[in-house]
């Protein structure tokens, strides 16, 4: 499966952003599909992942209650919706498809996944 993200950018702090995934190839609904993102200097790290049917969904808590993770199976796309922006959450943002059939603990975890898209800048200005 290819994947292709979008929509980030620069946004001042308390700003939103929604970014989105679109996906290729293989059937979407097989996969469960994560975010993670790498800040400037950091290791990457877990954002959100959503289950093949969309029913079930896990936060880092950084982000929980400021983020929501969704996807439409019909468009093939995942979406990151971002509020309440910090400036701890600029990051290139990566989005990944996992063909586990469930979430698990290795759904945090960004070598269970598979397929990477190219990422997306997210820069939160102070």
């Known amino acids: 499966v290819q994947l292709q993200a979008s929509g980030g950018g620069l946004v001042e702090v308390g700003g939103s952003l929604r970014l989105s995934c679109a996906a290729s190839?293989?059937?979407?609904?097989?996969?469960?599909m994560g975010w993670f993102r790498r800040a400037p200097g950091k290791e990457r790290e877990f954002v959100a992942v959503?289950?093949?049917?969309?029913?079930?969904?896990y936060y880092a808590d950084s982000v929980k209650g400021r983020f929501t993770i969704s996807r439409d199976n019909a468009k093939n796309t995942v979406y990151l919706q971002m509020n309440s922006l910090k400036p701890e959450d600029t990051a290139v943002y990566y989005c990944?498809?996992?063909?586990?059939?469930?979430?698990?603990?290795?759904?945090?975890?960004?070598?269970?996944?598979?397929?990477w898209g190219q990422g997306t800048l997210v820069t939160v200005s102070s």
């Open positions: 990944a498809a996992d063909s586990s059939r469930r979430l698990s603990s290795d759904s945090y975890n960004h070598e269970s996944y598979e397929y």
């Open positions: 959503i289950s093949r049917s969309g029913f079930s969904t």
């Open positions: 190839g293989r059937i979407f609904s097989s996969y469960v």
